[in-house]
């Protein structure tokens, strides 16, 4: 059942005229005649988790947003998307900028927000035109700017462009970026809750959490809370790329396992040229990578689903995380020692440089991974890796830190024998790629 | 007072203020139990966080919620709670972390000791003397910038920087306008003006002061002695800058006046002048007034006997630490050593032991 993409098909469905004869701000009519506190608690029963990554609980969220007295309140919709692999966000902006419009409306009628901003990616250029376009057509309908379709309410939303750095869509450093500074991020707490936006309370939510909200109103949260499996309610969209016949956006029911969503038509439609399946990064760059062995089955045995629970189930010694929704797929061609060198140029690249394991840990580990890839690595220089990842995780200031270690982390210790066989065969290593080992695929899948 | 909690930190209690900081209550314990602080400054508003050599375990969160944190935290940024247990020197883990900030803060740092003019007064030396290991796992090249001159009294030293952004706030906290800031991120992140602009503010030779590494010195005082060598003498006059205390340190050597600072604390920070405010002192008191005639002497400083200023046997010490208590109750941890500058760095090697010579050395002892 899709909750989001429903529509997206639809010729037009960038539009006002064919998004409002599709149902389109429906949640709006009907969230105007609720009481801003009802709102929350439609969200709180839905059970819906941020889409951001850290996949912390929405309606909670909201409902820890501080409210004194004549101070003014916001809501920032994070469209940074930055992490490599995650690219759901821009379709929904792109194809469907009137859902995102709709679900901010409703939320920032819920938290109080007069004015709501949109941050959104500097490389994703074009995008803010499209928003700009959606905002401009909503208001001459009515749905912004002042008393809202006559209920007193006021709102306006704003799209602010960022400069182009990932470590931007960390919520705080998006707020510092937001008030025209350099995008550092905070020492916590204060929490944006009391203290964010212009140091006014403020509710940092994803892009597809705020589109969520939509069918949330629409179906309410009871409903919507019965889709899914656990803790994991309604419906996730995962953007597949990697070797994979049809790489794309998908939204995907909870109860869906891993193995379908690579292999089946409907979804990733298999790996291209036959090849076999090696590792996956389950959920955007920062989580930890998994073999074949632990990505379909968990040690326990259990087939895995694509949910919360069950891509963290073995936590990260045997386990990873659904993350962002960056599903990242490698075949057996790919070798674990270069993908995870790139992955530390990139948090090398990236790393604000405020603290020092991130600042100089993170090149420290890009240099180390690079010498090993290019013949030059010694033995101990694994165990180094190991110890550096151990000492950023954990002691930094934004969660960058440890979105740089996770990944070296999981990469030695699941492949550990990659690593080993790169300095022990340098030269080899130039010419070949080490290739499946013992943590092929299970089921020894030839795909077509 | 009613507002006063408990906090106990390595197994000694003490009562507090609400709203004191973790790393101010290890202060007022003193001696080792107060975390090593490379970026934190109490005089500036907003500093800290940053280098992450204060971590602390908290082990109970407050008497209400005694669960742990889960995280080791910034003890300089992080608030007491009643009830608050907490490890500094205690805690294998904060031991771990605090080796591998000191090795990270090391890492693109060039260990030119031997020719830096911070040498005996830096606290990286120092954080590395008590916190790192001999020799460097990094065999990498180091980030490598040119010095850069900042207007006429100040040299940058990018390669030494280690981005503690204190004399960012320094800059926006006591000076009109602020000509310099951070360029870039991450790693190759750097303290610049512009267009190598000059700082040429009344209070911007603060800098100096504020910078725990020799990223920032004086340029009226490069290369013409070595810190240890200089006897600090404090020493005021009446300027006529309203803003300025006018309360100094003067460094000498014989009659000859080599440098001018602002006085410090024994944490290091610029101390409070005798009005109560920071004794920040302007450009004229440190960068023109170099000679006696134009000071009033108060008398030597008296000097942290750790210090490396204090080989040469200074009168009393301005730590409040009850040492021999504190080694009962740290399980046998030794306090620091006092670090002997002629062990470790590579030129000023006399034959002389500095504990042998009669009063404040003076570089004529080493002829
Ligand atoms: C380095 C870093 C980058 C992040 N980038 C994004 C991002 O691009 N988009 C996003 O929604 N959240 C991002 N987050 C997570 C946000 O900090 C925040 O948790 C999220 O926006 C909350 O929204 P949610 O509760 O709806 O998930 C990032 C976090 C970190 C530490
Ligand atoms: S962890 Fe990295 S990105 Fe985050 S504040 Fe520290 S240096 Fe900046
Ligand atoms: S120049 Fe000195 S004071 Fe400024 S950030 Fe670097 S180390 Fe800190
Ligand atoms: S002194 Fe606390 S983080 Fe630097």
């Given amino acids: ?448 | 007072m009613a507002d006063n909690i408990k906090v106990t930190i390595d197994n000694i209690t003490i009562e507090v203020p609400m709203g004191t900081t973790i790393l101010e209550a290890a202060r007022k314990i003193g001696g080792d139990v107060a975390p090593p602080t490379m970026c934190y400054y109490s005089k500036l508003k907003g500093s800290g966080g940053k280098c992450r050599t204060c971590l602390v375990e908290v082990s109970k969160g407050s008497e209400k919620d005694p669960r742990p944190m889960p995280k080791l935290v910034a003890s300089c940024r992080t608030g007491v709670m009643d009830g608050m247990e907490v490890k500094s020197m205690t805690s294998e883990k904060v031991i771990d972390a605090r080796k591998g900030v000191t090795e990270f803060l090391l890492l693109n740092h060039p260990l030119d000791c031997p020719v830096c003019d911070q040498a005996g007064e830096c606290d990286l030396q120092n954080l590395g003397y008590d916190h790192g290991n001999a020799g460097t796992r990094y065999d990498y090249d180091r980030r490598a910038f040119e010095p850069e001159d900042i207007g006429p009294y100040i040299q940058l030293h990018m390669n030494r920087c280690i981005m503690c952004f204190r004399c960012v706030f320094t800059a926006d906290q006591l000076t009109d306008t602020r000509e310099h800031g951070i360029l870039d991120r991450g790693d190759h992140a750097r303290i610049s003006t512009c267009i190598s602009k000059a700082l040429d503010n009344d209070f911007i030779g603060n800098v100096i002061d504020v910078c725990p590494v020799g990223a920032l010195t004086d340029k009226t005082f490069r290369f013409k002695n070595r810190v240890w060598f200089t006897k600090p003498v404090d020493a005021h006059r009446n300027c006529s800058n309203p803003k300025c205390c006018g309360e100094v340190r003067l460094w000498m050597r014989g009659e000859e006046v080599f440098r001018v600072t602002a006085r410090k604390d024994e944490w290091g920070e610029v101390a409070n002048a005798s009005n109560g405010e920071t004794g920040w002192i302007c450009n004229e008191c440190r960068f023109e007034k170099k000679e006696t005639k134009d000071w009033v002497i108060e008398g030597p400083t008296k000097v942290n006997r750790h210090s490396v200023i204090a080989q040469g046997h200074y009168a009393g010490k301005v730590g409040t630490a009850k040492q021999p208590v504190l080694i009962d109750k740290v399980i046998g941890k030794a306090p620091k050593l006092t670090l002997d500058i002629h062990d470790v760095s590579g030129v000023n090697k006399p034959s002389y032991h500095l504990d042998q010579i009669e009063g404040p050395a003076h570089s004529d002892d080493f002829k």
């Fill in chain 1, 1 to 448: 059942m899709k909750l989001l993409l429903e529509n997206a098909h639809i010729e037009g469905i960038r539009y006002y005229e064919a998004y409002r004869k599709h149902g389109g701000y429906r949640s709006v009519e009907k969230a105007l005649k609720m009481t801003p506190d009802e709102i929350v608690e439609e969200v709180k029963k839905s059970g819906l988790r941020g889409r951001g990554g850290a996949g912390f609980p929405t309606g909670m969220k909201w409902s820890f947003l501080a409210k004194p007295e004549g101070v003014p309140r916001h809501l920032v919709c994070n469209a940074d998307e930055s992490e490599p692999g995650t690219f759901k966000d821009r379709y929904l902006m792109e194809f469907l900028p009137h859902l995102l419009i709709e679900g901010l409306i409703v939320s920032s009628f819920a938290l109080g927000s007069n004015a709501t901003y949109i941050y959104i990616r500097g490389e994703y250029a074009w995008i803010p035109d499209i928003l700009e376009q959606a905002i401009a057509e909503a208001k001459n309908n009515g749905w912004l700017g002042k008393n809202i379709q006559n209920s007193g309410f006021d709102c306006e939303i704003y799209v602010q462009r960022g400069g182009g750095a990932y470590i931007c869509g960390e919520e705080t450093a998006l707020i510092e970026s937001l008030e025209g500074k350099r995008g550092n991020p905070r020492i916590k707490p204060p929490f944006p809750a009391v203290q964010g936006l212009w140091m006014r309370p403020t509710v940092v939510n994803n892009v597809e959490t705020l589109a969520a909200v939509v069918p949330i109103i629409n179906m309410g949260g009871e409903e919507y809370g019965k889709l899914g499996v656990g803790r994991s309610t309604g419906t996730k969209l995962m953007s597949a790329c990697g070797n994979l016949n049809k790489p794309g956006v998908y939204e995907i029911p909870f109860d869906l396992t891993v193995e379908e969503f690579i292999f089946s038509d409907e979804y990733c439609g298999g790996i291209p040229n036959g090849k076999r399946l090696k590792a996956c990064i389950p959920g955007g760059s920062s989580v930890p990578i998994l073999p074949a062995n632990l990505l379909l089955k968990d040690a326990k045995g259990n087939t895995r689903q694509m949910n919360y629970e069950s891509l963290a189930e073995g936590g990260f010694a045997t386990g990873s995380m659904l993350g962002s929704g960056g599903f990242i797929v490698l075949d057996e061609d790919q070798c674990v020692v270069r993908h995870t060198m790139s992955l530390a140029r990139f948090y090398n690249h990236e790393s604000c440089g405020q603290c020092s394991p991130c600042r100089e840990g993170t090149g420290w580990m890009y240099k180390i991974l690079k010498s090993i890839e290019y013949g030059k690595g010694r033995m101990e220089d694994i165990d180094l890796l190991w110890d550096i990842q151990r000492r950023i995780e954990g002691n930094t200031i934004c969660p960058l830190g440890d979105a740089a270690a996770w990944p070296v982390a999981a990469a030695i210790r699941h492949f550990r024998d990659e690593f080993e066989w790169h300095v022990l065969h340098p030269e080899e290593a130039q010419t070949r790629n080490y290739g499946l080992a013992h943590y092929a695929d299970p089921r020894e899948v030839v795909a077509g």
